[in-house]
């Protein structure tokens, strides 16, 4: 990464707003350059993680302050960019038992509950590209707060593999949106995609008018 680049994706400046050489700083500048481009993208939060990637960043860890965390969850809801649970702290599921997983997916509800932004979150991206041994605790499921007494309840409508090339489209029979796959991008690894489906006539970029795609 070169120096000057926030590896936050939605660093925030000690001024207040959008770091400019963060993921999202770098959005929204090409965003105002093109006024006629209406794109949003997906945030998977990690509210408990590690090494100052809670939320975005903390305790000071490259420059972040925990103080910033449920302003930036707020601000990314609040321009129009979907909040995507990413579990606690990036479980294994695999390893977890039923218990273990709902409580995992509720209380990561509960952190966006706190930045008071009223999104239910409905798309979850699989941590580690592992299914639980339980696949339907991932359509829905709930968690009780032993000390509260307070039941958390969730339901999800996407889940997003960690791989597996592109996702057909959503007009397509063979979509699945509980098994969305998708493509890591490294180095030209787009740009060979976007080639390859070129070639093959499938590639297929739904507009905000769009209501059936064309058969293939």
């Not at 890591?184 to 093959?200: I, P």
């Amino acid at each position: 990464m070169p120096a000057g680049i926030a590896p936050s994706p939605c660093g925030s400046s000690s001024r207040g707003g959008s770091n400019p050489t963060s993921a999202l700083g770098i959005w929204e500048a090409f965003a105002g350059k093109h006024p006629e481009w209406k794109g949003r993208a997906v945030f998977c939060l990690l509210p408990s993680a590690s090494e100052g990637h809670a939320f975005f960043g903390d305790k000071g860890i490259q420059g972040q302050e925990t103080a910033w965390r449920l302003t930036k969850v707020r601000y990314l809801a609040e321009q129009g960019h979907e909040l995507c649970s990413h579990t606690l702290w990036h479980a294994n599921l695999g390893k977890m038992s039923d218990a273990g997983v709902q409580e995992q997916i509720a209380r990561a509800q509960i952190a966006v509950d706190s930045a008071q932004t009223g999104v239910q979150m409905r798309t979850l991206a699989l941590p580690l590209g592992v299914w639980p041994k339980n696949r339907a605790l991932l359509r829905a499921g709930r968690w009780t707060d032993p000390r509260a007494k307070t039941t958390t309840r969730y339901e999800l409508d996407a889940i997003l593999m960690v791989a597996g090339g592109p996702s057909p489209s959503p007009f397509d029979p063979t979509f699945d949106p509980m098994a969305i796959p998708r493509v890591q991008v490294v180095g030209n690894a787009l740009e060979q995609m976007l080639d390859r489906l070129d070639k093959t006539g499938t590639r297929y970029v739904a507009g905000p008018r769009a209501k059936s795609a064309p058969k293939r």
